[in-house]
């Protein structure tokens, strides 16, 4: 069962704009959430995270928005850089959980 | 090295055949996972080592599928029979013991069974 859901598997802007990247999550027990950033034949890297109490976190060009009503978490990247151009996964943990559910993941292309 | 590494990077095979999978993670990490991405699927957790612990397998898909942890360190995982199905990139991480820390990835064997 997919219990973490990108929805948008390619994601395409233009440099300088804002790319938003959705993640949709059917878990209520999920309360850690985080995005990875890969590269093509790189495993993924740490990008951003959020835990439930909040509703945003920023650092620098990258901002996490979570909606636990909505069960809908999105990643702002603002402006949006060519060395943006990855694949995002969205993923999720409960409480002392080890089982961290990922999305499929987007391809976001920056166009320079 | 300073990160997770994985070996081989590249591993073809023949169906039916055994393969193992290793993993070497960082230094003073006592939290190792591993992780199976099939092509157009999320990353699908398998099985996670911590310390001593004895290791939480929920994710494995079968029996065919086993991993070891030798002295805490470095990790193995086997694949006996391999299936075509059994195609992924198979990817490690590693992390501080505690929940919600950060895991670092290894960048992934690649398998392929013909």
């Known amino acids: 069962d997919q219990q973490v859901k990108q929805n948008s598997p390619s994601l395409s802007v233009q440099e300088g704009r804002i790319s938003i990247l959705n993640c949709d999550y059917t878990?209520?027990?999920?309360?850690?959430f985080l995005w990875y950033k890969k590269y093509p034949a790189e495993g993924p890297t740490f990008l951003i995270s959020?835990?439930?109490?909040?509703d945003k976190n920023e650092d620098g060009r990258f901002t996490v928005f979570l909606n636990k009503s909505a069960k809908h978490l999105s990643l702002h990247i603002v402006p949006s850089q060519p060395g943006d151009s990855a694949v995002y996964f969205c993923?999720?943990?409960?409480?002392?959980?080890?089982?961290?559910?990922f999305g499929a993941g987007t391809r976001l292309t920056v166009k320079p | 090295g300073a990160g997770v590494s994985q070996s081989p990077s590249n591993k073809v095979t023949e169906k039916g055949k055994d393969v193992e999978l290793r993993c070497d993670p960082i230094?003073?990490?006592?939290?190792l996972y591993w992780y199976r991405q099939s092509l157009g699927q999320g990353l699908e957790f398998l099985i996670y080592?911590?310390?001593?612990?004895?290791?939480?397998k929920s994710g494995l898909p079968s029996d065919r599928f086993s991993a070891e942890r030798t002295g805490g360190s470095v990790s193995t995982l086997t694949i006996q029979r391999t299936q075509q199905e059994d195609s992924a990139v198979y990817l490690c991480?590693?992390?501080?013991?505690?929940?919600?820390?950060?895991?670092?990835f290894g960048p992934g064997t690649r398998l392929l069974v013909l």
């Open positions: 993923a999720a943990s409960a409480w002392g959980s080890n089982d961290m559910r």
């Open positions: 991480a590693s992390s501080f013991p505690d929940w919600g820390e950060t895991q670092y």
């Open positions: 080592f911590q310390g001593n612990s004895a290791p939480d």
């Open positions: 230094s003073g990490h006592t939290a």
């Open positions: 878990n209520s027990m999920f309360d850690y």
């Open positions: 959020i835990s439930s109490i909040k």
